[in-house]
């Protein structure tokens, strides 16, 4: 059960795009299509942005997508806007019923 | 609308042992599985435990398996967390995340959580 890798901090200016990586194993993020991507704002709970894979709940900016390639999922997120400016975690299934999240990312809009 | 509403934090010594609740409204409790996750101080989020919609079926993380012990009421639409032999290291806001779908035991997502209940382990 070990943590999901994700960079510490990235930046980006409004208006742009940004991607960020998590990175696990095949034991993780490679065997299943069950990777999540949660926003959380300091000092409240974590929302889901998107789930299984790459499918933006309802009320989710189309902004927000996700991908997976091999290992490694991804979180893009296009035309910053400051709001989104916030900590943001993957997760993943890890077999038998057991979950594992990453590091979280640091997203500064400048 | 889904309320996940967390309860029974507080300050805790070392060795001891604490029972949160998560009272969940606005949904049928009884159909979804679900989840603990806790936040150390300054840090990120970490799994710590699961449960089936139909209990007793329970899953824990390396870092609390055989200390930490979830269940629920699905007639008092409640989830539990007993937590025993408590450590420095448990010290987190804890919060109880509702699975998105229905009857899962492989979650695609955690699409509902409460505003968490702070427990510190300290002497």
């Known amino acids: 059960q070990s943590a999901l890798t994700q960079p510490a901090s990235v930046s980006e200016s409004p208006g742009q795009s940004i991607t960020i990586s998590c990175t696990g194993t095949?034991?993780?993020?490679?065997?299943?299509?069950?990777v999540s991507w949660y926003q959380q704002h300091p000092g409240k709970a974590p929302k889901l942005m998107i789930y299984?894979?790459?499918e933006r709940p309802s009320g989710v900016s189309n902004r927000f997508s996700g991908s997976k390639s091999g290992n490694t999922a991804s979180l893009t997120i296009s035309g910053l806007q400051a709001e989104d400016e916030a900590d943001y975690y993957c997760?993943?299934?890890?077999?038998?019923?057991?979950?594992?999240f990453g590091g979280g990312t640091k997203l500064t809009v400048l | 609308q889904v309320q996940l509403v967390e309860s029974g934090g507080g300050v805790v010594q070392p060795g001891g042992s604490l029972r949160l609740s998560c009272a969940a409204s606005?949904?049928?409790?009884?159909?979804?599985?679900i989840h603990w996750v806790r936040q150390a101080p300054g840090k990120g989020l970490e799994w710590v435990a699961f449960?089936?919609?139909?209990?007793?079926?329970?899953y824990y993380a390396d870092s609390v398996k055989g200390r930490f012990t979830i269940s629920r009421d699905n007639s008092k639409n409640t989830l539990y967390l007993q937590m025993n032999s408590l450590r420095a290291e448990d010290t987190a806001v804890y919060y109880c995340?509702?699975?998105?779908?229905?009857?899962?035991?492989?979650?695609?997502?955690?699409?509902?959580w409460g505003q968490g209940t702070l427990v510190t382990v300290s002497s």
């Open positions: 995340a509702k699975d998105r779908d229905k009857y899962s035991s492989s979650s695609e997502g955690f699409d509902d």
């Open positions: 606005g949904f049928t409790f009884s159909t979804y599985g």
């Open positions: 449960i089936r919609y139909d209990g007793p079926n329970t």
């Open positions: 095949s034991s993780d993020v490679g065997s299943y299509n069950l």
């Open positions: 299984a894979g790459s």
């Open positions: 997760c993943s299934y890890a077999g038998s019923s057991t979950w594992v």
